[in-house]
Structures are given as structure tokens and as C-alpha cells.
DNA sequence: GATGAATGAGTTTTCATTCAT
DNA sequence: GATGAATGAAAACTCATTCAT
């Protein structure tokens, strides 16, 4: 069997295993078992546990980004509501699809050192990156013109961010939730804060 | 030295440990040494690793939970809005203080398997109570009706608790942003989007 | 059992099955059995298999060194030759009562790599150190001046040196030679020689 | 590529490899690396490990052993002390050229149980075989009878081969140290000692 | 003739846990 | 109440060796 087609399988099967077990109490002899090779092969073409772990982190992120770009994409030309729900559908569908790659990229990887969360940070900054444009690209539809100040926005994306992932928990633990209700919560509520902050309806401590 | 008082030592030790090891990467070699006693008076007096963490994860969930509900208590009678903002500086002020805790209850115990998962779901359980009856409460000082679905109620809580714990991340890894920034945005975004929504201005994807 | 004492028994053991096996292939578990205790305990006490490695490297050197000086200071206030002598027979008398002792030293350590091979060529620099002495008080007995060059001297110690190492292997092996007939074999050579050259008969390639 | 050229080629890599790691460090997956070819041709040429090892270790024993011969045979028909000296010229050319080499004879096979070091004690026997009948050849031309006992002979030679095995390793290690300024430190004590033995000038413990 | 793919057996090392005192 | 001494079990990793092609 050609070496790139037992490389994914052996991704596979980590990536199943960390995400249920957890990266250090994933075992190295389970992997392999799973992926239904020799542990000595893993070492072979993964190096170590670390290495493996990490280009397990590194494809799940990928097809995570990819996942949402397409969805943005999707909706391209339209308005900027359409394309933050294009991302965030994409979004739910895929942590719902890939419940162990989301495991690993948001329960794993942001916990063990530098080396992952960098990785899940960059992962996360290039999402950041999508919605803040998309926040962007409302508030110029709406007034023609930023209100918001740039550290604003940049909170509310992380904001926003940090909902979906949470809900995306909730949806992969509570199967009578589905994806497209979350997002259409999340979106709505999300929507409807965002008007009305760019109409100056926000809240004052005061 | 009561035993009471070494218990929390250990607790303290455990706390600093795990949250920045990692349940698994933790050794009861480095806790015991930490808090200063010999390992076999730790399995005395907390039986096993296991049921340690469990002790930590506990005793951080209890003090979170104090610290939110004293946050929102400090300003009952007030409107719900102002119970609310109570409630998020109290979280904010928590986690940026005791960013170990934090870390046990945010990062370890909810990938760490049932006994532990339980425990962290009660505890936001507890927290989403009381965010959903201030949403509740501010429907009613609004309209004297809540005009939205129990259903949809459960899903702003959960984005606005995420929201909430991500931005709690955020500023704990962040220096240049301060708990009464992040509560201020959040407050701020979900306000307006809660008062949007319950103005009818919701989104729709149609 | 007191941790010293338990110390030794594992240095003991070590030392023989580093002797025999050599460096690599002795193996830690073998180690432990024969030192009658558990494998945890090994690496609890002395840390790692290098570790334990340099303090057996350690101890049978500095046993060998004290065997020697003290052989030598047996003569002390004597002539040279007697005390070349004391030192010859104790070295020689020192590697056959512990041949995996020797083993280490000579067989295993120098080929080991930087951190043993300097231990061991400390070993022999303080033994070289001796015979350097002996041989420029002996000079000075027979002719009241040293005719020998520096650099001359350093090379006879050091052949002096390796033959007696070599010959020390060479009882070890060969039960018939006894460590007293080596020494004498070699110390009637060496003295002639010493004493050649300084008479001036030595060689010369012309 | 023909057989035998890519069978030296092995063996020069595994010369080189043994030479440094040792046997047991040494990987076979490194040699082939070095030789330029695959391991499953290395195993289809030279079996086994240990087949490889001995083979290196045949090929560099003749190889020294020829050095040596011929050094001693370009003087043949000349008096035994030139003989000597060209054999002793010889070995330190040789070991100086072939440091790996050396390193397998002198280093490692001596130190890995039956098969190799009785290889190296048969190389040796042969060099031994050739400075004892030169010893004998001295004897005679000095006195015509040899006065010395086999027996002294016999550890003469011991000694006077593990002194040059020991200057050869100087010589290797310190670069300041030419071999042929060992060769004549060596041979010129030697020489001496021979000498006052012949003469009755040995010393006398009594 | 030559190799990419694969593994059984063994290595060093760590860790939670328990006695005897 | 407290600890020094000790271990069973399992982890990550390596290596000599073999097939199928």
C-alpha cells in the first residue's frame, strides 16, 4: 500500500484517538492499532507522537479554514449577511461532520504548548480575519462608513467566534440540536446586535 | 498543622499544576513537592489522582459560581441589565485572578471524561441559569411578555456564556486587554442584540 | 534497607554487567535484577543509564588510582625503582582482583564518548602523573641531573603506561600469568631501558 | 556496479560507522545511508550485523597485519633492529591512515565477546609471532644464544606491542604527536631495554 | 539486481500507588 | 500524623531483519 494513502490512515486514527482520549493519554500502540499497522510504520513515517499530533492539528485546520472559506465564498457578491451565514453554516456542518477534528484543534491542541496552540491561534486569527471583514463589510452597507472603532470590531469578532465555538460544543454533545439551528440562533442574535450597535443602540454602564 | 489547612495547601498546589500541565502531564511527585509534603500524605488525605482533580475541579467550580452570583447579587433590585453587567465583571475579575483555576475548569476538566465533564456541565448549567433568567427578566421590563421561545432563550445564553469564556481567554493570554474591556464589548454587543430581537429585528435567512 | 547500601549493591551489579556486556548492550532490567531490586528503583537512585554508567566509571577509577598511590606511598622515602615497583605490583594486583572494574575502565569508558572518555583519561593522566615522577627521580638518583628531554619522558610514561595496560588484559585472560610475573616481566624491561637511556644507549634510526 | 566494488563500499561505510558509534550504537539503516545503497542489498551481501561486523573486522586485521609485514619485510636481510623499526614505522603509518580501522580493531572488537575478539587476538598473535622472532634475532646477533627464557620473551613482546597499541591511540588523539616521533620513543627504550637485558642489567626486586 | 513497505522484539524511562516504620 | 523505601504497569521509541515486487 503506497505510503501517502497509510499516512492518512494513520492521521485518521489519530485523530480519532486524540480527540476522544486526549493528547497525552492517547496511546502511540492504540494509534497504530486503529490505523491497522505496526507501530514501528507510525515512527516511520510520523516521526513521534508530537510530530503526529501536530500533523494531525495542521490537516484538521485546514480543512476547518476551508470548510468556512467555501462557505463565505459561496456567497460571494452577495451582501455581507448572506456570506457570515454562508461561513457560519459551513462552520457548524463541519465541527458536526469532523466531531473528533474539532475535538482536537478546540479541546486539544489550544492545551498543549506552544507549538499546537500557535497553530490552532493561527487557525483561529485567519476565521477572525473572515468576520471581521464580513463586520466590516455590514457596517459600510449599512451606513456607508465604520462606526466602530477597530478594537471594537476586533472584540466582537472574538466574540462571535468564541459563541460559534461554544455552540458548536453544545450541538456535537446534545444531538437534538442541529447545526442549522444553531447557526441561525447565533446569527440572528449576532445580527441583531450588530444593527444595533451600528445604530447606536449599545449600552452604557452609566 | 490542621489537617484542613494542609488540604488546601494541596488543593492550591494541584490547582497550579494541573492547570498549567495539563490533568495527564501533571505528576503527584511535582504537587506533593509543591505543597511542601510527601506524596503518601496526599494519597492520605485525597485517596488518588483522580479524585484530586476531582477536589480541584470542585472547588474552582464552587468559587466561580460564588464569585458570579455575588456579582449579580450585588446589584439585585437593580434592573436586569445591571444584574447582568454585574454578573460578567464578577467573571472577568474571577478567571483574570485565578488563571490556573481557570485553566482546570476551562481547559482540562471538560476533555478529561465523564466524572470531570459532569462537574464543569453543572457548573455552567448553574451559570446559564442565571443568565437565562436575567434574559427572561429583561423580556419582561421590556414588553411584560418574553416574546421569545424558552427554545431560543437556551441558545442566547449558551452563545453569550461562550462568548463570554473565550473572551475570558483572550484577556487572560492578552496583557494589553482588561477584564472591564472585555465585559464592556460583550455587554455592549449583547444588549443591543438582545434588545434587537426583542424589538423584532432579528435576521432571517430568507 | 538504607538507600547506600542499596547504592552500592546497584553500582556493584552495574559494574559487572557493564564489564561484560559493555556500555550499550547491558541493559537496565539486567542491571536491576542482579542487583536484586526493581528496575524504578535504579532510576530513582541514579537517574538514568549514563548516569549510572559515570559513577560506575567514577568509583572503579578512583579505585584504581588510591590502589596505586597507595602502593607507591608503601614505598615512599624508598628509591625509585622501589616505589615504580609498589606501584606496578598494586596496579597489576588492583585489575585482577576486579577484572569487570577494569573491564569498564579500559574496555568500555574510552570508547564511550566525550563525558567518559575524559574521565577516563583523567584516570590516566593522575597515573601518568606517578610514573612521570618516578621516572625523573630515578634520572636524578642515577645521574643527579635529567638528561632526558620533557617530551621524551612523557612518551616513555605513556608507553610504560600501555604496556602495563595491555598486560593487565593479558593476565586477566591468560589464567597461567600471574599479575606478580607481569610486573616483574615488565619492570626488569622497563628499568634496563630507563637505564640505557640514560646511560646513552639508546637507538637511533641512522 | 559490480559485486565486490559495492561490497568494499559497504564495508568502507561500515568501517567508518562502527569505528565511531561502536557495534552496538552503530545502525544498519546508517550504513547503508553511507554506503549509497539500500539495506535489504546490504543484508543480500553480508547477511547479518554480526557477519558485517566480522567482515570489517578480517578486512582491517589483514590489512595491519600486511602494513606490518611489509614494513618489516622491506628490511629484510638488514640486522633485526631495522627490522623492527620498519615494523614499528609501519603500524604507526598504518594506524594513523586507517584511524577508523584501528578504532574497530583496538576499540570495539576487542570488547564484543567470542567471534571478534578471538579475531583480534589471532592478528595480534601474528604481530606478537613477528617481534618475538625479532627479539630472538636481536638475542642472537648479540650473544649468538639467546639468554632470555621463552617465557620473558613471550611477555616482552606482550609488552612492547601494547606500548605501541597505546602511542598508536596517542598519536590519534593528540596531533601534535607524529607517529613517527612515537615509533622512535618507542623503539629507542625498547632497544635500551633489550639490551641491558641481554647484558645481564635487568633489575632484581630482592 | 535492487528496493519500498513493513514488523517483532526489545530498549530506556515514567508514574500512580503502597507498605513498614 | 508522616515518611523513606519500593514497585507493577505501561509509555515512547529504536532496530535488525524480511517480503513482495
Redesign the interface.
Known amino acids: 500500500m503506497p505510503r501517502a494513502v497509510r499516512e492518512q490512515q494513520m492521521l485518521d486514527a489519530a485523530v480519532r484517538i486524540f480527540g476522544r482520549r486526549?493528547?497525552?493519554?492517547a496511546s502511540m500502540d492504540e494509534i497504530a492499532e486503529l490505523a491497522g499497522v505496526s507501530k514501528p510504520l507510525v515512527y516511520l513515517y510520523l516521526n513521534s507522537k508530537e510530530e503526529l499530533f501536530g500533523a494531525c492539528v495542521r490537516r484538521e485546520a485546514a480543512a476547518l479554514v476551508d470548510a468556512v472559506r467555501e462557505g463565505v465564498g459561496a456567497a460571494s457578491g452577495e451582501r455581507a449577511?448572506r456570506q457570515l451565514?454562508g461561513g457560519l453554516r459551513a462552520f457548524f456542518a463541519h465541527t458536526a461532520e469532523r466531531p473528533d477534528g474539532w475535538?482536537v484543534l478546540h479541546?486539544?491542541a489550544?492545551?498543549?504548548g506552544e507549538p499546537f496552540a500557535a497553530e490552532v491561534a493561527a487557525m483561529r486569527a485567519e476565521v477572525l480575519a473572515f468576520v471581521t471583514s464580513l463586520i466590516v463589510a455590514a457596517a459600510r452597507e449599512a451606513h456607508g462608513d465604520p462606526l466602530l472603532p477597530e478594537r471594537?470590531v476586533a472584540?466582537?469578532a472574538?466574540?462571535?467566534?468564541?459563541?460559534?465555538?461554544?455552540?458548536a460544543?453544545?450541538a456535537n454533545a446534545d444531538a437534538s440540536?442541529s447545526g442549522k439551528?444553531?447557526a441561525?440562533?447565533?446569527?440572528?442574535?449576532?445580527?441583531?446586535?450588530?444593527?444595533?450597535?451600528l445604530e447606536g443602540?449599545?449600552?452604557?454602564?452609566a
Do not use: C, H, I, K
Open positions: 486526549g493528547y497525552r493519554a449577511d451565514w475535538a479541546g486539544q489550544r492545551t498543549q471594537e472584540g466582537l472574538r466574540a462571535l467566534v468564541g459563541a460559534a465555538e461554544s455552540l460544543d453544545w440540536v439551528e444553531a441561525a440562533t447565533l446569527m440572528r442574535f449576532a445580527w441583531a446586535g450588530l444593527g444595533g450597535l443602540r449599545g449600552w452604557d454602564p
